[in-house]
């Protein structure tokens, strides 16, 4: 199975600053036949369920607000927070999609400094 | 509006069964791939079990195979999963969720439900 991993477990940042999540996997997830990156990332609120943010690691889902970024590729990628909300605590995870066996990173909390 | 109704959850004693049930409207169910993910108290999520469009292709983690069986009825709109030899360890809440594609790999999950809570304990 692929591994994802990502850092920090837990970040506490100033309202208004930047968040830096990473996410690293165990073997490319990049796919070359249509040289997509097969990750998305996801944003769970306390008692709510996940909801989608970005997928093929840099492509927003429509209605997303744009200080959310994703970059990387291969096996090592980045979410940012641009500007960061009170709205944004949250806890935020990767996940990959390139096999069947889908896995999740082990989540990262976002909290206001 | 996509929506997914998760139902079925309780209480199970160790070594019982349990199916749990998702309701999808909102969309054509029949066109995508859709999943069970979980997640235990406090934890992170991992992902249960898959099935294409058409049913005709599963998937499902280590940690449920053999024990797990999900399955769909596209003429109601129903994912549902076969719970059996429940474990402690199965403890969590239960997310269907729908995939953007029609098949499992290349198919991220773009809508997800509210959770249904399985508690196995005696």
């Known amino acids: 199975d692929i591994v994802m991993t990502q850092s920090p477990d837990s970040l506490a940042v100033s309202l208004g600053e930047r968040a830096t999540i990473n996410c690293k996997s165990s073997?490319?997830?990049?796919?070359?036949?249509?040289?997509?990156?097969?990750l998305a990332w996801y944003q769970q609120k306390p008692g709510q369920p996940p909801k989608l943010l970005i997928f093929?690691?840099?492509t927003r889902k429509s209605g997303v607000p744009d200080r959310f970024s994703g970059s990387g590729s291969g096996t090592d990628f980045t979410l940012t927070i641009n500007s960061l909300q009170a709205d944004d605590v949250a806890v935020y995870y990767c996940q990959q999609y390139y096999s069947t066996q889908w896995t999740f990173g082990q989540g990262t909390k976002v909290e206001i400094k | 509006e996509v929506q997914l109704l998760e139902s079925g959850g309780g209480l199970v004693q160790p070594g019982g069964s349990l199916r749990l049930s998702c309701a999808a409207s909102g969309f054509s169910f029949s066109s995508y791939a859709v999943s069970w993910v979980r997640q235990a108290p406090g934890k992170g999520l991992e992902w249960v079990s898959g099935i294409s469009d058409s049913g005709g292709s599963t998937y499902y983690a280590d940690s449920v195979k053999g024990r797990f069986t999900i399955s769909r009825d596209n003429s109601k709109n129903t994912l549902y999963v076969q719970m059996d030899s429940l474990r402690a360890e199965d403890t969590a809440v239960y997310y269907c969720?729908?995939?953007?594609?029609?098949?499992?790999?290349?198919?991220?999950?773009?809508?997800w439900g509210q959770g249904s809570l399985v508690t196995v304990s005696s």
């Open positions: 073997q490319s997830i990049l796919y070359s036949s249509d040289n997509k990156n097969y």
């Open positions: 093929w690691a840099s």
């Open positions: 969720a729908k995939g953007s594609y029609n098949y499992g790999s290349g198919s991220y999950l773009d809508y």
